[in-house]
């Protein structure tokens, strides 16, 4: 369910107890109580009127939120299968497409620091989020790769040359682009691999075993996927002879 719902936030309207929208804040509870597992909002600014308008997208299945993340390319797709064309041949999305819904994903500022004026106590208001200004951040060159020295036949690791401190970001300026596979193409490469010609001779079986080792699997957004940071794949890195094409390739892939 899609609603209207007022005019949109900005970062100095009041909580929503104490706005004149404070009827907005009733009708989400109410959605969640009558069982909605998912509620968003999102703004648009385009329809003409003197500020942006916020809409309200209710969903029954937590399943959902796997297309609403969905990547440009797959929601325009969706739109191309399911949309009907018009008597002249062209499309009837003359003001929606996939780029379009990627600015949907997430609620806008105003939207969020309104929702953490009426609750301050949620974690992520607490917390926020992004990149925490106060923190260290220790450049790569303060990290070394040789062989362990706790014993033989243990293979190289990374190690400190100097003390970290805790809670420290480590390379922060090239850990941001990992490789990120959505769960459309997580479900792809898995339907491949089912194929033994595409697992054992198109690096399906070194790319699952790549992606076990060194990867991280989530499933905050229902449908299993999975990241891959560059700092974890330091190790594979320096066993293979080409490891600075390795870097670049993934960096490259990260940012696509």
Not at 103 to 123: H, I, Q, T, W
Not at 134 to 144: F, T
Not at 166 to 173: H, P, T, V
Request: net charge positive.
């Amino acid at each position: 369910m899609i609603s209207q719902v007022g005019e949109a936030n900005s970062i100095t309207s009041p909580s929503g107890e104490f706005s004149i929208d404070k009827n907005r804040i009733k009708f989400i509870e109410t959605l969640v109580s009558l069982g909605f597992s998912t509620v968003r909002d999102y703004e648009e600014s385009h329809s003409g009127f003197d500020a942006a308008w916020q809409f309200v997208a209710a969903f029954k299945s937590f399943d959902n939120n796997v297309d609403w993340f969905a990547n440009s390319p797959m929601i325009d797709l969706k739109m191309h299968q399911r949309g009907m064309m018009l008597k002249s041949g062209g499309s009837p999305f003359h003001h929606f497409d996939g780029v379009t819904m990627k600015s949907f994903r997430y609620p806008s500022k105003g939207s969020e620091v309104a929702f953490c004026r009426l609750r301050p106590d949620v974690k992520d208001c607490k917390n926020g989020h992004g990149f925490d200004p106060e923190r260290h951040n220790i450049p790569m060159s303060s990290l070394e790769v040789k062989t362990s020295s706790l014993g033989e036949n243990v293979g190289r690791g990374v190690f400190a040359k100097r003390h970290i401190p805790q809670n420290s970001y480590i390379g922060l300026d090239k850990l941001i682009p990992p490789i990120y596979v959505s769960p459309y193409a997580y479900d792809i490469s898995t339907e491949l691999n089912k194929i033994s010609l595409v697992y054992s001779n198109f690096y399906g079986k070194k790319l699952e075993t790549y992606a076990n080792v060194y990867g991280h699997y989530f499933s905050r957004h229902v449908s299993r996927r999975f990241l891959l940071l560059l700092l974890f794949l330091v190790n594979f890195c320096c066993k293979s002879q080409n490891s600075q094409k390795l870097i670049s390739l993934l960096l490259f892939a990260g940012r696509n």
